[in-house]
């Protein structure tokens, strides 16, 4: 029951409420708990109510540690 | 592109298993705390990969699996009264009552709303000022701020006809009191990603502290979870007992403060009944004074019962980590995904339900 999904902030409209697309399909959802949250931004979604920004970047990223493995490997590029 | 998806888990999943497997030189038994970390552990087999020794236990963490029935008794009773509509999550509809169900209720004609967002129960309250709304609101830290945001809505809105039945519980209240019966063995806790974007990481704290146990707040996906699992076996190798973070990509060390602000506006901590744990000191929310106009306990008269679980239902040691769900006598025959007996088998991310859809191979 607390999975979050994660979406991409289309619009804002009044009264700290956002468009939201989730992979194509969109939703209205509060920016009350993370009013810092702008147009273009990530965020974790739970419940109707944007719950944490998310970094874009971070997606590409592979985590340090796994990147430690395949660099022992060899298998990095 | 999805912030959330992993790259590479193909080539990345066996290496962090042969990692595993290296450290796993003596047997951990690892608790999963969230509902949605054991159906995503079920889903992806990792149960069946990892090497004998470490084994993982499914812990407390459904917030629809631990309301006892006498709460659900009470939401049912207000849904019969006249002008009453009302409104709550889809994952409660199934739960049994001590007679009846929310989705029963509804077959026989009451006003049951299944709404996705806590707000969508003051839009109900706004369009139907001649009825009485209230939401049962159930859920975790992770569902506590929006619930608090929705109550706040309401009375900046004036809406008047508006209540809330709180049924909100807090995890951490709740580890401490597993840990304290002393009746479960743990060596670590793979802990919830979602309620630790709200809550962060201190509030975890006294696990390694008092209880000298590791934890890691860990992610959905399957390479989340084998990370998070080789993290805890990496702090025992390395002789560490910390609370790390795995899922640093969305959880904040300090959680989301502005979400636990709101939280600590509208409710404060209660004692509250969990099933299988009994009563935990201050693991609810109640509404504080300033909201207590939208209690419906207080609005409306709801006496709380206890209720016996029903005979043979093993819900409240499944809960509690201590029987895995096949060894429940009615697991599969008098008690399936289809038919329920107990509130682990309705809810899809009840223990019961996973081991049932999951369930071969994934013994482990
Ligand atoms: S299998 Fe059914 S009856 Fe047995 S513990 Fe699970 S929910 Fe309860």
């Known amino acids: ?77 | 592109m999805n912030p959330h998806n992993r790259p590479d888990e193909g080539r990345l999943a066996p290496r962090l298993i042969e990692e595993i497997t290296r450290l796993a030189d003596s047997p951990m038994r690892l608790m999963e705390v969230c509902g949605t970390h054991t159906v995503a552990i079920f889903r992806s087999g990792i149960r069946s990969m990892l090497p004998p020794g470490v084994e993982l236990i499914s812990g407390p963490g459904c917030p629809v699996c631990v309301t006892p029935a006498g709460e659900i008794d009470r939401a049912i009773a207000l849904s019969r009264r006249e002008d009453m509509i009302l409104a709550t999550f889809g994952d409660l509809m199934r739960v049994p009552g001590s007679s009846s169900s929310l989705q029963e209720e509804r077959a026989q004609g009451r006003a049951v709303r299944v709404i996705l967002s806590p707000l969508d129960a003051v839009k109900i309250a706004e369009e139907h000022p001649d009825k009485t709304v209230c939401f049962f609101g159930v859920g975790f830290e992770t569902t506590s701020p929006a619930i608090a945001a929705a109550v706040m809505e309401a009375q900046r809105k004036g809406c008047n006809n508006f209540y809330l039945l709180s049924s909100q519980r807090l995890i951490p209240p709740a580890m401490r009191a597993l840990l304290s019966a002393g009746k479960v063995n743990i060596d670590g806790f793979i802990l919830p990603g979602h309620v630790s974007v709200v809550i962060g990481k201190a509030p975890y704290c006294f696990l390694a502290e008092e209880f000298s146990l590791p934890g890691v707040i860990t992610g959905f996906e399957p390479l989340d979870i084998l990370e998070g699992i080789y993290l805890l076996l990496r702090q025992r190798k390395e002789g560490r007992t910390e609370i790390e973070i795995q899922y640093s990509r969305v959880v904040q060390k300090e959680g989301n403060p502005r979400a636990r602000g709101i939280m600590g506006e509208v409710f404060a901590p209660v004692d509250a009944r969990w099933r299988g744990l009994g009563t935990i000191p201050a693991s609810g929310l109640a509404l504080r004074d300033g909201f207590s106009q939208m209690d419906a306990t207080q609005a409306f008269d709801l006496p709380l019962q206890d209720i016996a679980e029903t005979p043979g239902c093993l819900c409240g040691e499944v809960l509690q980590g201590l029987v895995r769900p096949p060894e429940c006598s009615l697991f599969g025959t008098r008690c399936t995904p289809e038919d329920p007996v107990g509130p682990c088998m309705v809810s899809t991310e009840g223990s019961c339900a996973a081991y049932y859809k999951y369930g071969r191979g994934n013994e482990g």
């Open chain 1, 1 to 77: 029951m607390c999975l979050g999904i994660p979406g991409q902030i289309v619009s804002i409209t009044e009264n700290q409420l956002a468009v939201v697309d989730f992979n194509g399909v969109r939703r209205e959802v509060s920016l009350m708990l993370c009013p810092e949250l702008a147009v273009g931004d990530y965020c974790l979604v739970h419940v109707g109510f944007a719950m944490q920004r998310l970094e874009p970047e971070e997606a590409q990223e592979t985590m340090e540690l796994l990147d430690e493995f395949l660099e022992a490997s060899g298998e990095s590029s």
